[in-house]
């Protein structure tokens, strides 16, 4: 990286293409629309916009394309995030955390210092630290992370591989003509510009094993292989998910597509955005457990969370 970190949060980078703009401040200016212009000239006076050699960008610096431009990202007026992130177990290689719902993996978006990412390199002073996969910001469970380069492939390559058990939680209502457990297949492809996930036709993709674990209305338990209860329209259940694959919003577009979405779903089957600092009605999605061989070792790790799920509290 041509910047160094700064307060554990990595430098971006911007590409400059082929375009109409004679000066490096006139095409920041239509890149980022939403920065004053000021604050603009102010970073390039701070040295804070360089090339991929390191060297500080100016005012007047002549457009060049074809390069990257490194720079220090800033989320003016960013809403805390206020929720613990507790460590679920850490060793020389691996740091595995039990996230809360509204907090990000990695910065993004309006997020960048109150995401799990950040916090992490922070409060255990390990600038190297990486997520080794990712959770929504919604989603809050298991999240894995690497404590350095040497072996962050290897772990990587393990989610790509789909060496790894995923268990998840939900709770959402199930129409009355489902019977569990189920298997449900199918091509997911995101919307272009809609940050959502759609179901089409073709050769599936996506693959998730659902199972019934309680009803939440009577308490009464069955396990994957006890025969479905009846029930009525609007029921709750509080659900097994198994992820056979890893697709984007995965478990998420599938539930909606065959009739149930996760309780307090903001995305799926139709976009309610919620304003910055609502933290109430978490997503009902929980990311229960991971299990996995290390690479390195050939240890067995099971990392499960702590949480409940609001909805499946007695």
């Not at 740091?95 to 960048?112: C, E, I, N, S, W």
């Not at 190297?128 to 290897?154: C, E, I, K, N, Q």
């Not at 919003?249 to 919620?274: F, K, T, V, W």
């Amino acid at each position: 990286m041509a910047l160094p970190e700064r307060d554990g949060i990595p430098p971006s980078r911007v590409y400059l293409p082929e375009g109409p703009w004679e000066r490096l401040l006139d095409f920041l200016e239509h890149r980022f629309p939403r920065v004053a212009p000021n604050i603009l000239l102010q970073r390039l006076a701070a040295d804070e916009i360089v090339d991929e050699q390191g060297r500080p960008q100016t005012a007047g610096t002549p457009y060049r394309p074809g390069q990257w431009l490194w720079y220090y990202r800033e989320v003016p007026d960013e809403v805390p995030v206020p929720f613990e992130l507790p460590v679920i177990y850490r060793d020389a290689r691996i740091v595995a955390v039990d996230k809360p719902h509204f907090m990000a993996t990695t910065p993004g978006g309006r997020y960048l210092r109150h995401t799990a990412l950040v916090r992490l390199r922070a409060e255990l002073d390990v600038p190297t630290l990486a997520p080794m996969h990712r959770l929504d910001r919604d989603t809050a469970g298991v999240l894995l992370f690497s404590t350095g380069p040497a072996y962050r492939g290897r772990y990587q390559a393990l989610f790509q591989s789909r060496d790894v058990l995923k268990e998840y939680e939900a709770v959402a209502a199930p129409p009355q003509h489902l019977k569990f457990p189920l298997l449900h297949r199918s091509r997911l492809q995101e919307l272009p510009g809609r940050f959502i996930m759609e179901e089409v036709a073709g050769e599936p993709n996506s693959e998730t094993q659902i199972e019934l674990l309680q009803w939440l209305d009577d308490g009464s338990r069955c396990g994957s292989g006890a025969a479905p209860l009846p029930h009525e329209a609007g029921r709750r259940a509080l659900l097994r998910l198994l992820p056979l694959t890893g697709r984007k919003h995965q478990l998420r577009a599938h539930l909606s597509a065959i009739g149930m979405p996760i309780l307090n779903d903001a995305y799926y089957p139709e976009m309610r955005p919620r304003p910055d600092g609502d933290f109430e009605q978490p997503l009902q999605l929980l990311a229960r457990a991971i299990e996995f061989r290390d690479p390195v070792d050939g240890r067995m790790h099971r990392f499960e969370s702590a949480r409940v799920l609001s909805a499946a509290r007695p």
